[in-house]
């Protein structure tokens, strides 16, 4: 038996009924045998103020202990204007401060999202990615899990019916643990 993998998951919504919130409690079910997904909900993330950054509130205190403690993230973003949502961006720039305790160093990260639209959060998803590269995270590359007509998929329980995107899920999370593993490997060695 190996490690224990960790990962930490979170949605870039606060809205009840929300499709990635639903995808993420997806998500949940769906983790490999040896891979622990654990959930952070950011509604109490306040807005950033750069004031606060050296004395963080306890809600960003602990999701940046959250973060610290994963070995790999999955982020679920909505898509807003063509982006990502203010919440999310809100949250991932909390734990990237202060200067010098960027949460986010190093870590392995997933994405997916969902949107009732047709291109189920490829330009939020884009723009997340470009924020990986000042944050130093090792984004997985593919499957890129991208849940288009949302209303079609889940049920009105906020249950995931769409069979393929299960699957794309099934296989984000198995692709993401063994490239967390991968890269865990070769930091040992080196
Ligand atoms: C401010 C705002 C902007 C939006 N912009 C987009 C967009 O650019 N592309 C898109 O596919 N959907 C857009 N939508 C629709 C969202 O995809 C939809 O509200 C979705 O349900 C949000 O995710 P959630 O269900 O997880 O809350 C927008 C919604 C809001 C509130």
């Known amino acids: ?87 999310l961006k809100n949250a991932i720039d909390w734990a990237s401060r202060p200067y010098g305790d960027n949460s986010w160093d190093g870590k392995t990260v997933g994405v997916m999202g969902a949107s009732p639209g047709m291109l189920g959060t490829a330009r939020a998803q884009y723009h997340l990615r470009q924020m990986f590269v000042f944050l130093n995270m090792f984004p997985l590359n593919q499957p890129e899990v991208m849940i288009s007509h949302a209303k079609d998929k889940f049920d009105n329980e906020g249950n995931l019916r769409d069979p393929i995107t299960t699957q794309k899920i099934r296989e984000l999370l198995e692709t993401l643990t063994e490239w967390t593993k991968l890269l865990q490997k070769a930091k040992a060695l080196s």
């Open 1 to 87: 038996m190996g490690e224990l993998i960790k990962i930490l998951g979170f949605a870039g919504s606060l809205r009840k009924e929300s499709y990635n919130r639903s995808a993420l409690r997806a998500a949940v079910k769906l983790v490999p045998q040896g891979v622990q997904l654990d959930t952070f909900e950011l509604d109490n993330i306040p807005p950033f103020n750069q004031d606060h950054e050296r004395e963080l509130p306890p809600a960003v205190r602990a999701f940046k202990a959250a973060v610290k403690a994963a070995d790999a993230i999955l982020i679920v973003t909505p898509e807003y204007n063509y982006s990502v949502p203010g919440v």
